[in-house]
């Protein structure tokens, strides 16, 4: 897993309606989100799944939306107050190495990463650091593109998951992704 980032010309082409078309925010995410929800993004890009997910969630809701890139994010931040969304939508600027959630210490019941396992530097510390917002009930939903990640580094994406407290749930079928959907691990951090 090496640091790379999604160009900001592929965000508006990620960000496109048509694209809809073929991925469906709604219909992947619908079984893990309910309204009142406290949801994480984290690499949100644009908003493809942002704005569904703060939907979703409803007015009682909350979706932190997290990128490395502020460009991104100030495209999220005009698309939700356009959707009238912006009151449920939260935007934070990571960096590559630390993404800043202290203080949302088990507090988020449901967690998006798509398209993000494969640009981040460290796997380990991304998973410890997920993992450590998770309420002991939450969801992890790990969405990546075939195209980026093949079967073998999909399995190691799993492994350090795993290795860091995660637990298969399922594994979802998502048009050209390799999915899984994890969840906190009674037993907590392997040795």
Known sequence: MAEKVCPIWVGFLLASPLRKLFVNPKKILSPYVEKGMKVLD????MGF????LAQMVGSKGK?????????MISSLEKRARKAGLSNRIET???????????DLTEEVDFALGSAVVHEVPDASRFFCEIYETMKPTGRFLVIE??????????EMTVSVAEQNGFKIIESPQVARSRV????????????
């Open 42 to 45: 984290i690499g949100c890009a």
């Open 145 to 154: 593109p075939k195209g980026h990640v093949s079967a073998k580094d999909f």
């Open 49 to 52: 799944f942002s704005l569904p």
């Open 63 to 71: 979706v932190i939306c997290v990128d490395v890139q502020d460009k």
């Open 180 to 191: 899984v959907l994890l969840e906190k691990s009674i037993f907590g951090v392997s040795s």
């Open 92 to 102: 934070r600027i990571c960096h590559h190495n630390f993404f800043g959630l202290d």
